[in-house]
């Protein structure tokens, strides 16, 4: 396994899974998001226009600029050749597009094995974490929480509205682990052939 994808609305419990994967996982795991992204814009491109806006004020619906979308395309590329240089990394993600952001992630990721999983929660509770984090625009995680979902296909589920961060990233581990076991039984295609 080389990338764990995380993808689910603002204040869904994606990063506190991602710290307690990097507990739980015996190798080490780059955790890398949306937010490191957007931490890393100048100024000028947080704030709407060709950037990204929405993250401070609003409604907590995310516009995307021009310049932003070149950016996140690049910065996808950039992480998939992390991966491919020998990083694990868990990416913690915000499918604002749902399928077309999937689309784009899967071709970056073409040819790596990949875990994509979801990550839900009741729009009521991550709204109500919104409010306690204090550092989200009021009214993006109910405005994210499904949205972000539509049409994607994952190969595993978890709500952490129904079940803690930690007991999550138990569930996701326990998949890492059963796919390192599947692989390592599978027999090698070049057994057996002359060199």
């Keep these: 396994m080389h ?12 990063s506190s899974i991602a710290g307690r994967l990097q507990e739980l996982l015996p190798e080490p795991w780059l ?8 931490d890393a814009l100048p100024p000028s ?3 709407g226009g060709e950037g990204i806006g929405g993250l401070e004020d609003g409604d907590g619906t995310v516009r ?3 310049v932003f979308a070149t950016l996140d395309a690049a910065w996808t590329v ?9 990083a694990r990394i868990v990416v913690d993600e915000v499918f604002l ?4 952001s999937q689309a784009r992630w899967r071709a970056a990721l073409e040819g790596l094995d990949v875990l994509w999983v979801g990550v839900r929660c009741d729009p009521a509770v991550a709204a109500a974490r919104e409010a306690a984090r204090g550092d989200r625009v009021a009214g993006m995680a109910a405005a994210q929480a499904e949205p972000v979902h539509r049409g994607v296909a994952y190969d595993l589920v978890v709500d952490t509205s129904r079940a803690s961060a930690a ?9 890492v ?7 390592g039984a599978q027999p090698d295609a070049r057994a057996g052939t002359a060199s």
């Design 3 to 14: 990338v764990i994808v995380l993808n689910g609305g603002s204040s869904s419990g994606k």
């Design 31 to 38: 955790h890398l998001g949306t937010d490191t992204m957007v």
């Design 45 to 47: 491109l947080r704030s």
């Design 64 to 66: 995307v600029g021009p």
């Design 78 to 86: 950039g992480v998939a050749a992390m991966a491919r240089a020998g």
């Design 97 to 100: 597009g749902g399928t077309t």
């Design 167 to 175: 007991d999550c990233a138990q569930v996701i581990a326990a998949q």
């Design 177 to 183: 682990e059963a796919a390192r076991a599947t692989a």
